[in-house]
């Protein structure tokens, strides 16, 4: 099965700042998918990731907040920007190889805040 | 109503015991339905598809009412290292489309 590659794994960031994560697909992938998970919580969607156009970004997600790249197809970021404690969370990507079942999770970023 | 509603537990099983667990869903037009587990600070994993038929994989049975929007999770002979959260997920559209997840049921698998 596909793997992907998320980085950082973790980071502690200071409010006002802005953190990019990255993903790395092994596969060409037509979509990839930013989630967010807050603890004791399952995972919110925040944005699809297309090649060649905008990300399109779920209710209550803003592109000035979470500006996502998709140069390719077996890359993609998800930039949290001027966080704050609330930003504080494991942010996911994850994407769906072609004749492959179900989706696959990049490893997560923990992000903390203060 | 949440798209996708699971009992969030937790189920504490002894080891060999039989658990279920259900879920439902409030969009008639789904059409992918799938099992993800999930470990403690650990990316989610697919676990099994649902099929409308009903499908196995070993002591895993999974099932699927439509006409109920309802899905299934058994699992037979508990093993400890069956302890995780389990996901119920449903995609609307076609395989590349977006899942919606439910919050999860956390299973603790004791001896």
């Known amino acids: 099965s596909a793997v992907i590659s998320q980085k950082p794994s973790r980071d502690i960031c200071q409010r006002g700042t802005s953190l990019t994560i990255q993903c790395q697909v092994d596969?060409?992938?037509?979509?990839m998918f930013w989630y967010r998970q807050q603890p004791g919580q399952s995972l919110t969607l925040i944005a699809t990731a297309n090649q060649g156009s905008e990300a399109t970004y779920e209710s209550g997600f803003v592109i000035d907040k979470f500006p996502i790249s998709r140069p390719n197809l077996t890359f993609s970021t998800l930039t949290v920007s001027n966080m704050s404690p609330e930003d504080s969370s494991i942010y996911l990507c994850s994407g769906h190889v072609g004749g492959q079942r179900g989706y696959t999770f990049g490893s997560g970023t923990r992000l903390t805040v203060v | 109503r949440k798209e996708v509603e699971q009992d969030p537990g937790p189920f504490n099983v002894p080891e060999g015991a039989t658990v279920a667990f259900n879920c439902t869903y409030s969009n008639s037009a789904s059409q992918s339905f799938f099992w993800y587990r999930q470990d403690c600070r650990k990316e989610p994993k697919l676990l099994m598809s649902?099929?409308?038929s009903g499908n196995e994989d070993g002591r895993f049975t999974a099932q699927l009412n439509r006409a109920s929007q309802y899905i299934s999770l058994l699992i037979r002979d508990s093993k400890l290292s069956d302890s995780a959260t389990y996901l119920c997920v449903v995609n609307k559209g076609g395989t590349a489309s977006k899942l919606t997840f439910g919050t999860g049921t956390r299973l603790q698998v004791t001896l």
């Open positions: 649902v099929y409308s």
């Open positions: 596969s060409q992938v037509t979509m």
